[in-house]
């Protein structure tokens, strides 16, 4: 015998159906919004796992920049040339058959602004070739690990090593002061018992160009007198004055191009006309236009994991040109290539993830890890697959030039400081 449905129960029978298959799609769409912001990946139409920041038309990468703090010129530079660099991409066809975009947050050197946009932003890209300053990487360092963000700091300090989505490109810091420091006893006549100077910020920017120094100066039988500033101090008059009371025979500099200009400045008004090596962060062409130009030409070296932008590099003038053209107005600096060099790097990652079938961050991640030696064109090779060591031990050594593309020309190729090695054995022992 059939069981008799009343129409009254069917109606609420289908009622209940309706609301809870209105449950299910609402749970489905929450959990989906949700998933995106939390990591978890799918599979593209084409086969191709993915996760946040990356859909079947979009790879969706993050820029945390300063363009209105102390390094408001590098930012503007970094932030072009790697737009540039998705413009371009995008022209052939993007990457694995997906547009390129960039999301440009800016904290002007401000590490809790920093930290804001951080979180506003992680929910929905997949890499960051960009993070503008040492202290908002050190503030972001545990959530860029949690989060499996790939990220290339535009900052160099050996603190920022050892992280598997953190990835310093070229030197650290320390490196590049002992490269300095061999520069100055080879070729500006520093011999044993000589004091030099060294300005620096405070923080790990200051702190691991301090470090190097110090480790080379010790090699190298020398004293170094240390003096700390903060990035608001521009008027360097003081530090000059105990400088030369220390009887400096050199100095060092690891700050930005403001003061920068304003130790050289001063140092050759009161007769302190002694050599002087800036971390590459130290100088912009913008320089050559103030009236400390004519003590820059004369006193000062840098010293870069790159290349001068008026290298003749193939990789580099192809870029200058591109640049010129695409942004006229604007000058060709270090951080141009800084920022042109990332991208690029970066989009080698992308490629080799999307070939292992995989754009979530993790297999990101991976996929930088696995390279040996990466070669843009734009310097030297570069080293991922150690995560301890920075990726290249590789210095330049540029000197200011007003004629020149950028401002500066290189003085010594890319090369590996005596010590170096040492140096970093020691600190992975």
Same mark, same amino acid.
């Given at each position: 015998?059939?069981?008799?449905?009343?129409?009254?129960?069917?109606?609420?029978?289908?009622?209940?159906?309706?609301?809870?298959?209105?449950?299910?799609?609402?749970?489905?769409?929450?959990?989906?919004?949700?998933?995106?912001?939390?990591?978890?990946?799918?599979?593209?139409?084409? &086969?191709?796992?993915? &996760?946040?920041?990356?859909?079947?038309?979009?790879?969706?990468?993050?820029?945390?920049?300063?363009?209105?703090?102390?390094?408001?010129?590098?930012?503007?530079?970094?932030?072009?040339?790697?737009?540039?660099?998705?413009?371009?991409?995008?022209?052939?066809?993007?990457?694995?058959?997906?547009?390129?975009?960039?999301?440009?947050?800016?904290?002007?050197?401000?590490?809790?602004?920093?930290?804001?946009?951080?979180?506003?932003?992680?929910?929905?890209?997949?890499?960051?070739?960009?993070?503008?300053?040492?202290?908002?990487?050190?503030?972001?360092?545990?959530?860029?690990?949690?989060?499996?963000?790939?990220?290339?700091?535009?900052?160099?300090?050996?603190?920022?090593?050892?992280?598997?989505?953190?990835?310093?490109?070229?030197?650290?810091?320390?490196?590049?002061?002992?490269?300095?420091?061999?520069?100055?006893?080879?070729?500006?006549?520093?011999?044993?018992?000589?004091?030099?100077?060294?300005?620096?910020?405070?923080?790990?920017?200051?702190?691991?160009?301090?470090?190097?120094?110090?480790?080379?100066?010790?090699?190298?039988?020398?004293?170094?007198?240390?003096?700390?500033?903060?990035?608001?101090?521009?008027?360097?008059?003081?530090?000059?004055?105990?400088?030369?009371?220390?009887?400096?025979?050199?100095?060092?500099?690891?700050?930005?191009?403001?003061?920068?200009?304003?130790?050289?400045?001063?140092?050759?008004?009161?007769?302190?006309?002694?050599?002087?090596?800036?971390?590459?962060?130290?100088?912009?062409?913008?320089?050559?236009?103030?009236?400390?130009?004519?003590?820059?030409?004369?006193?000062?070296?840098?010293?870069?994991?790159?290349?001068?932008?008026?290298?003749?590099?193939?990789?580099?003038?192809?870029?200058?040109?591109?640049?010129?053209?695409?942004?006229?107005?604007?000058?060709?600096?270090?951080?141009?290539?800084?920022?042109?060099?990332?991208?690029?790097?970066?989009?080698?990652?992308?490629?080799?993830?999307?070939?292992?079938?995989?754009?979530?961050?993790?297999?990101?991640?991976?996929?930088?890890?696995?390279?040996?030696?990466?070669?843009?064109?734009? &310097?030297?090779?570069?080293?991922?697959?150690?995560?301890?060591?920075?990726?290249?031990?590789?210095?330049?050594?540029?000197?200011?030039?007003?004629?020149?593309?950028?401002?500066?020309?290189?003085?010594?190729?890319?090369?590996?400081?005596?010590?170096?090695?040492?140096?970093?054995?020691?600190?992975?022992?």
């Amino acid at each position: 015998m059939k069981p008799t449905h009343h129409p009254t129960h069917r109606a609420h029978t289908r009622t209940l159906l309706a609301t809870a298959l209105a449950a299910l799609l609402l749970a489905a769409t929450g959990c989906s919004s949700k998933a995106d912001s939390s990591g978890s990946t799918g599979d593209g139409a084409d &086969g191709i796992k993915t &996760g946040p920041g990356v859909t079947g038309k979009t790879i969706r990468l993050g820029a945390l920049t300063d363009l209105t703090g102390p390094y408001a010129t590098l930012g503007k530079s970094i932030v072009q040339a790697q737009q540039m660099w998705a413009d371009e991409i995008n022209a052939r066809g993007g990457i694995c058959d997906r547009r390129v975009e960039i999301v440009v947050k800016d904290h002007g050197y401000d590490v809790q602004k920093a930290v804001t946009a951080y979180a506003d932003l992680s929910t929905d890209v997949v890499a960051l070739p960009q993070v503008i300053g040492s202290p908002v990487m050190a503030a972001l360092l545990d959530d860029i690990e949690r989060d499996k963000v790939l990220t290339f700091p535009q900052a160099w300090a050996a603190s920022l090593l050892d992280r598997d989505s953190v990835q310093v490109v070229g030197t650290t810091y320390d490196i590049d002061m002992i490269a300095a420091v061999d520069f100055l006893t080879r070729t500006k006549g520093l011999a044993k018992g000589d004091t030099i100077g060294h300005v620096h910020f405070e923080g790990d920017y200051g702190a691991n160009a301090l470090e190097g120094s110090q480790w080379a100066a010790k090699k190298a039988g020398l004293k170094v007198a240390g003096q700390k500033i903060k990035a608001t101090d521009t008027d360097l008059s003081a530090q000059v004055s105990a400088l030369r009371k220390e009887g400096v025979k050199a100095i060092l500099i690891s700050a930005g191009p403001a003061q920068t200009a304003s130790l050289v400045g001063v140092a050759a008004s009161r007769g302190l006309k002694v050599p002087v090596v800036s971390s590459a962060p130290g100088y912009a062409p913008q320089l050559m236009k103030t009236p400390a130009a004519p003590a820059l030409a004369a006193m000062l070296n840098v010293v870069s994991a790159a290349p001068a932008v008026s290298s003749d590099l193939a990789g580099v003038r192809k870029m200058v040109a591109s640049y010129q053209k695409k942004y006229p107005d604007s000058p060709v600096d270090s951080g141009v290539l800084s920022g042109y060099n990332a991208a690029q790097l970066m989009g080698r990652d992308l490629e080799k993830a999307c070939e292992s079938g995989s754009l979530a961050r993790e297999d990101v991640v991976k996929a930088h890890r696995s390279q040996s030696a990466v070669d843009v064109g734009l &310097g030297t090779a570069q080293n991922f697959s150690d995560k301890a060591r920075p990726a290249s031990t590789s210095t330049y050594v540029h000197k200011p030039d007003a004629k020149a593309v950028g401002a500066a020309v290189n003085v010594e190729e890319a090369h590996t400081a005596p010590g170096v090695k040492q140096y970093l054995d020691s600190r992975t022992q």
